[in-house]
């Protein structure tokens, strides 16, 4: 078959944008002032930048378009007919609220529904969710099947809830679980996809025991794309009408437009429920802005409209996810253990196997993703340790089922000469893993400490 390797991407480039590779003793000097946190490397100094895919997709000529038709009314904006229709269209819900961000959205959703010490049952809770969530008091509680901790294990859909855990859970605390979540496609958990069946089975466990379910839908899209092509009787059906019927199990949700709207910023609530959304609103123009632009300017909220459907687009689909794969195909040949199957946005290195040597108190993620660094100018994001342990009630520290490096893969940025590159890199560093040592914390915040701790390695490195 011709496109045995790879569906070629279905546009062509109209703007470029210059990167550099600095020299490696420059890189170290950077990792240095960064304090060893791959947040406060410049972007100036990185090579390949597979931070996130969060906001930082290429806007296609369309949403350019969009952005100089963009109406900058304060109320009522002709941009927000649109961004209001379009998400209406998608998702089938009545009531579209407009936020700056995916966490704004949880922001004002758990804000309204969450009362101290209730718990919210989700797949995984990705790690704004859960902030959320705990800074409101609340417990977050991941209940993602068995097979979805096992890095190795092969499944179509990992990302699925454990419907017996999530049964017990609200058949023991029926009155403390204020409602439950799914995360689309399960980002903390590797960017694996959630089935049309275990969306069914959760929506109808949560309606006998009478909990609002709300998807996390940030790359609902790409789940779709994956039930289409793993999902039993779906291969005929479109992206749209599978995206509507994964709604439609749900009372409503929150999203990141900066994910699937194909945008570098934004978000929304969208909700079936008036009173919910009344609620909702009065806190919107607290906190956000009025109920038309929910803090994003009319021409953010035109090109999220456009984005959103571009991201419907099977053969955008089918290139982003194949690229994705072959990314991980690349990366597998190169010696390094992946997380299997791969996600949807995602290669994710699996650090406790490539640094076996180096125990999870000495963070071996986040040792992995300094090297990536220093040794090719990429930068990823630790999902591991860093990110997730927590001191339990007595004080000792419970660590994470797996230690990851994300190898985020931005929508329509890079080529996949770009992708075969980074997969050298790794290849380089994990035939040096036996130089590599340990890191310890010498500053942490309170909340969410992988964005701003500053590390030290065991042993200096030297190069
Ligand atoms: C990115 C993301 C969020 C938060 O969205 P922001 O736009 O970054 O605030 C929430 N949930 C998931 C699954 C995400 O990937």
């Given at each position: 078959m011709i496109y045995e390797r790879l569906f070629p991407e279905p546009w062509k480039i109209k703007v470029v944008e210059k990167i550099y590779l600095l020299p490696k003793s420059e890189r170290l000097e950077v990792l240095k002032r960064a304090n060893y946190n791959v947040f406060f490397i410049p972007s100036k100094a990185i090579f390949i930048d597979l931070l996130t895919d969060s906001g930082t997709s290429a806007m296609s000529d369309?949403?350019?378009?969009?952005?100089?038709?963009?109406?900058?009314?304060?109320?009522?904006?002709?941009?927000?007919?649109?961004?209001?229709?379009?998400?209406?269209?998608?998702?089938?819900?009545?009531?579209?609220?407009?936020?700056?961000?995916?966490?704004?959205?949880?922001?004002?959703?758990?804000?309204?529904?969450?009362?101290?010490?209730?718990?919210?049952?989700?797949?995984?809770?990705?790690?704004?969710?859960?902030?959320n969530i705990e800074a409101l008091g609340g417990i977050a509680l991941d209940l993602v099947i068995e097979e979805g901790k096992d890095p190795h294990y092969i499944h179509p859909f990992k990302g699925n809830m454990d419907l017996d855990k999530l049964e017990s859970l609200l058949k023991k605390e029926t009155k403390n679980v204020p409602f439950c979540m799914l995360t689309v496609t399960n980002n903390a958990g590797g960017g694996q996809p959630v089935s049309m069946e275990n969306i069914f089975q959760v929506s109808?466990?949560?309606?006998k025991y009478k909990k609002p379910l709300f998807l996390d839908a940030c790359r609902y899209a790409e789940n779709a794309y994956f039930i289409k092509l793993r999902g039993e009787s779906y291969g005929d059906v479109p992206i749209s009408k599978?995206?509507?019927?994964?709604f439609s199990y749900a009372d409503g949700c929150t999203m990141s437009a900066k994910k699937d709207g194909l945008a570098n910023i934004g978000g929304f609530i969208a909700l079936r429920d008036e009173k919910i959304y009344e609620e909702v609103k009065s806190q919107l123009i607290l906190k956000e802005g009025f109920l038309t632009y929910g803090g994003l300017a009319g021409r953010d909220l035109e090109a999220?409209?456009?984005?959103?459907?571009?991201?419907?687009?099977?053969?955008?689909?089918?290139?982003?996810?194949?690229?994705?794969?072959?990314?991980?195909?690349?990366?597998?040949?190169?010696?390094?253990?992946?997380?299997?199957?791969?996600?949807?946005?995602?290669?994710?290195?699996?650090?406790?196997?490539?640094?076996?040597?180096?125990?999870?108190?000495?963070?071996?993620?986040?040792?992995?993703?300094?090297?990536?660094?220093?040794?090719?100018?990429?930068?990823?994001?630790?999902?591991?340790?860093?990110?997730?342990?927590?001191?339990?009630?007595?004080?000792r520290i419970k660590y994470p089922p797996m230690?990851?490096?994300?190898?985020?893969?931005?929508?329509?940025?890079?080529?996949?000469?770009?992708?075969?590159?980074?997969?050298?890199?790794?290849?380089?560093?994990?035939?040096?893993?036996?130089?590599?040592?340990?890191f310890k914390i010498t500053h942490q915040p309170k909340n969410l400490r992988h964005f701003t701790s500053h590390f030290k390695p065991i042993k200096e490195i030297r190069i």
């Open positions: 369309e949403q350019w378009a969009g952005v100089m038709v963009g109406d900058e009314a304060y109320a009522c904006a002709k941009s927000f007919e649109k961004f209001e229709s379009t998400v209406k269209e998608i998702t089938g819900y009545r009531y579209v609220i407009p936020t700056h961000q995916g966490r704004a959205a949880e922001h004002l959703l758990f804000s309204v529904l969450l009362k101290k010490g209730q718990i919210v049952p989700s797949n995984n809770h990705f790690d704004t969710t859960r902030a109808a466990i949560c309606k599978i995206a509507k019927e994964m999220i409209a456009i984005g959103l459907k571009e991201a419907q687009d099977e053969e955008y689909l089918r290139y982003r996810i194949d690229q994705v794969k072959l990314f991980g195909e690349m990366v597998k040949s190169q010696g390094a253990s992946i997380l299997e199957p791969v996600g949807g946005h995602a290669v994710y290195l699996d650090a406790l196997s490539i640094l076996k040597h180096i125990p999870q108190k000495e963070l071996p993620a986040q040792a992995l993703t300094v090297h990536l660094y220093l040794e090719g100018g990429v930068r990823a994001v630790e999902i591991g340790s860093v990110m997730f342990a927590k001191k339990d009630k007595r004080g230690e990851l490096v994300r190898l985020a893969v931005p929508r329509r940025v890079y080529t996949s000469d770009h992708l075969a590159y980074v997969a050298e890199v790794v290849g380089e560093v994990v035939r040096k893993k036996d130089k590599i040592y340990g």
